[in-house]
């Protein structure tokens, strides 16, 4: 089954994403941020904060078993799980019997003034999520928020995104969470080393035989 992802924001940056199958299945799902209803009457419950962050990633709270209906119409390869805890067995399970690999960066949910987000393992994801073999990939945290969104912020600043539309993307998650930390923690990391990523994955060859 094919399955096509349209941005709706202007640049996949976490708005309204519309997943439409092949169409033999005359099926359309749309989603906003709270449950989706397919045209056969089932329904699809995406996880807390899904959003789309650029074609074959996805960004997410942590997935419970309500959520594992809508995870399949993905067709993920893989996840990011960016919390130290282990993953709950239902959890794998449901890796296990779709074939998607668990990439876990442990980091813990402080809050501040004690919020220390180790570099290492923001820098090890970023290799998971730009690689795309791993692709469609979801990146979560508990909640979508913090964790995540310094992940993706990352990201964006390696996408050549300016500061202000970086904390933007940020801030719509995090509303009244948003942490100065984690801003100073994307305005201070490096990316200098992170060289030839595309600024949109829509242009990779994976993504092209499936346009």
Known sequence: ???????????????????????????????????????GSALFTPPLN????DYG???????????FSFLQTLNLRSIIYLCPEPYPDANVEFLKSNGIQLFQFGIEGCKEPFVNIPEDKIRAALKVATNVKNHPLLIHCKRGKHRT??????????????LTSVFDE????????????????????????????????YASKRYKEYA
């Open 170 to 201: 940020y801030q719509r998650f995090a509303a009244t969470k948003a942490r100065v930390s984690d801003q100073r923690f994307m305005e201070m990391f490096d990316v200098s080393s992170l060289k030839n990523l595309p600024k949109s994955f």
């Open 50 to 53: 899904f959003a789309m962050v």
């Open 149 to 162: 969104g310094c992940l993706v912020g990352c990201l964006r600043k390696s996408q050549r995104w300016c």
């Open 57 to 67: 990633i996805y960004r997410s709270g942590f997935p419970d078993s309500a959520n």
């Open 1 to 39: 089954m094919m399955i096509r992802f349209d941005a709706e924001n202007g640049g996949g940056n976490g708005g309204v994403c519309r997943v439409t199958p092949a169409p033999a299945r005359q099926r359309k799902v749309s989603f906003g941020g709270e449950s989706y209803v397919e045209a």
